[in-house]
């Protein structure tokens, strides 16, 4: 079954500068990655999974578009049916913690998975692999950036995307206490980039 992405690359240029002349195929690689490692650890598969589906046809294992008793196409649902909460888990507002600090603000998570995304994307996208190796892209108005300033600007987006994340998820497990309906996201390993 096919499926729809959290995000696209316009998503990623609200938050962050990206060129216009970027292949959306080749940033569509950076946002699944960062959905299936980032997002899906963060809320669960069953969440995820409805979340991806909103507005896919529901097709059966031969290819056949299923229709009601009607003849009606079936459909997963929309976005605008979403419950708020999930609508504020996708795109963040403010809540208020009571004792613990008063109105705050959360992204959410399509700013996280902005971010992550961004963040694979610097690190990335200037190499190509090519039947002589791995290259790197150059032309005659621009010059490479060094590893250490890539690594840098990835690291800082990773950093915005983990703390977005951490806000969202502090948001759901506070107004979702109740129904024992937590989020528990995984630990995550760092890795530490070598620069130049």
Known sequence: MSHRR??????IRTFRPVAEN???ERVNIYIDEAERLDILPAIGGELFKMLRNLGVITIDEDGTQLADEDGTPIVSMEEGELPSDVHFLLDGGYWDRGDCGGVVRF???RAAEAYFAY????RNNSYSVTRFG???KESD?????SGT???AIAGDAYKIGEEYLRGTIAWWNAT?????DKLTPVRRRKFVAVGD
């Open 6 to 11: 959290l995000i696209d690359i316009d998503t």
């Open 22 to 24: 970027i292949d959306a």
């Open 141 to 145: 108005d621009s010059s490479p950036a």
């Open 119 to 122: 963040a694979r994307l610097v």
């Open 176 to 180: 979702h206490a109740a129904q024992g």
């Open 107 to 109: 992204e959410g998570i």
């Open 134 to 136: 791995v290259v790197v």
């Open 149 to 151: 300033a890539i690594a």
